[in-house]
């Protein structure tokens, strides 16, 4: 199984912060790699696709990037709403959909 | 609008059964291959089970293997998962979801499993 390790696990920023959470592959994913954002209570909505697409709707404040087996999310400018826990995501089969540990980045 | 609505979960004790369904709307249900994911309290989320868009391929985690059942009934834009020798650390927060490694994943509202004596 592909296992993801992402950290830091706790971040503390501030507003208007450049923010970097990273994940790290246990093998090649060919970009199917995904970021999450969840708050208290709901349930995990979809910021970035294969790496680096922004979907429809998430501020453009939000990126994604690769190099070789590490990924990496970057909130540029973060906002107050931003505060939350971030997961990476890999689904390079429909076998197996591994989670990272998760980001909570609090004030 | 897309929307999936989970319903189905509450106490059980252990060695009990549980079934989960998932009511889905908006989207072509029949094109998706559909997914349970669960997150128990504090934790991160965790694939459980998902189901090929006919339904011909289902894949389980090990971890419910042998004791969970994913199904679907596409005329009903339905997805059910068939929970039996439930333990406790079965306790979790179920969400279905589809999951395509694109834009379009959608997730429920989820709904909660508490197993417990």
New interface residues.
Partial sequence: DIQMTQSPSTLSASVGDRVTITCRASQSLNAWLAWYQQKLGKAPKLLIYKVSNLKSGVPSRFSGSQSGTEFTLTISGLQPDDFATYYCQQYTSYSSLTFGGGTKVEI | EEQLVESGGGLVQPGGSLRLSCAASGFNFHKY?M?WFRQAPGK????VA?I?EDGS?K?YADSVKGRFTISRENAKNSLSLQMNSLRVDDTAVY?C?T?T???D?F????TLVTVSS
């Fill in positions: 291959w997914t991160g989320p965790e694939w998902n090929k391929e894949n969400y979801a999951v490694g694109f834009s994943d997730w429920g509202q989820g």
